[in-house]
């Protein structure tokens, strides 16, 4: 080979590794660009929020003492396509004339909602049999811990909970 067929050789050699170079940077720089929304967007639940609000149940009266009721409410989680799923529902316990306790309707293993047995007294998780006894402790199967419980009081004759994002997780 020539001296001028090595040198042309060469210089088409450090040519494309600087292409390649080139290329690699605009990759790395797009990617970068493109990853910030990305991220703002995946992060944005843990960031902004919501606001835990009370909200009304319904009137004290129309509630048995002593009976476990399903009551369903919107989750107020902040993704907008959360659409139908933001629905969900709490057990509500009236224990005495002005008491009330709230239950998470989500199991603490997998999330399946939980149905309360009322000639048992139980709370049992359909999907691996997850057993909760009434005050929502673990009474077996997988569950790692028990229901979480909602914060609730009586304003004015009205039941409110105290709404937070689905305890799951
Ligand atoms: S999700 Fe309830 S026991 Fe598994």
New binding site residues.
Partial sequence: MSETARGEAAEVLSRRRFLNRAILVLSGMIGAVLSVPILAYLLSPLINRPPNTWIDVGRADQFKVGETVQVAFDDPSPLEWAGQTARTAFWLRRTGEASFRAFAVN??????P?NWLTAAGLFL??????VYYADGSVAG???PRPLPEYDVRVQGGVVQLLTRPVPIG
């Fill in positions: 199991c603490t293993h997998l999330a399946c939980v998780c359909p999907c691996h049999g997850g199967g997988p569950p």
